[in-house]
């Protein structure tokens, strides 16, 4: 069975804070794919990160940073220095190699204040 | 401009009542797809589309017919509305090089209200 789970309900920063969201998977896929997804105020679903499962450097991109445990089936998503308009839900997701379908997680809701 | 467009943006319907959420897509995907969003539980899939004249049942089912005559389009029908139907839905779209890249495309969502 494919399953993610964030565990974060909501979180809760001030500015410039570093946040980090977690994200656990199952999957009995050997070939899997792990995306996360921002879903600002607006509610329109933006791509952020996709990671396959023969890949576990972590990757940063400006503020943003995702580490990747297969060992813990984790992909954790952190925002460094977090703005205002970090303020969103975000969605972890998984997918195996046919990518027919992704199994979100239930999203975490991230408030940033200023 | 090019990406996956989803109409209505907002319903309102009656128990009972019946109605199709279009979606459309512009960039020659194979795969497109239905979810529908609950606060608390993500986004769960209701149906799915590997290709014209192929669909398959997702998570959630029940209550929804799909079809999938051209490369371009996928409506939603819903048979006989429900309050259990109140949701945000998402149409999105890939193909399986892009997707293994990107992910999919999402539509603008659909906000339905069964009263």
């Known amino acids: 069975a494919q399953k993610v789970t964030q565990a974060q309900t909501e979180i809760s920063v001030v500015e410039k804070e570093d946040v980090t969201l977690d994200c656990v998977y199952e999957t009995r896929d050997t070939t899997y794919y792990l995306f996360w997804y921002k879903q600002p105020p607006s509610g329109e679903l933006v791509f952020l990160i996709r990671r396959n499962s023969f890949d576990e450097q972590n990757e940063i991109s400006g503020r943003y940073s995702w580490n990747f445990q297969k060992s813990t089936s984790s992909f954790n998503f952190t925002i460094t220095a977090s703005q205002v308009v970090d303020s969103a839900v975000y969605f972890c997701?998984?997918?195996?190699?046919?990518?027919?379908?992704?199994?979100f997680g239930s999203g975490t809701k991230l408030n940033v204040k200023p | 401009n090019a990406g996956v467009t989803q109409t209505p943006k907002f319903q309102v319907l009656k128990t009972g009542q019946s109605m199709t959420l279009q979606c459309a897509q512009d960039m020659n995907h194979e795969y497109m797809s239905w979810y529908r969003q609950d606060p608390g539980m993500g986004l769960r899939l209701i149906h799915y589309?590997?290709?014209?004249?192929?669909?398959d049942q997702g998570e959630v089912p029940n209550g929804y017919n799909v079809s999938r005559s051209t490369t371009e389009d996928f409506p939603l029908r819903l048979l006989s509305a429900a309050p259990s139907q109140t949701s945000v839905y998402f149409c999105?779209?890939?193909?399986?090089?892009?997707?293994?890249?990107?992910?999919?495309?999402f539509g603008s969502g659909t906000r339905l209200t069964v009263v």
């Open positions: 999105a779209s890939s193909y399986k090089g892009r997707a293994a890249i990107y992910g999919y495309t």
């Open positions: 997701a998984l997918s195996g190699n046919n990518f027919n379908k992704f199994y």
């Open positions: 589309s590997v290709g014209a004249g192929i669909t």
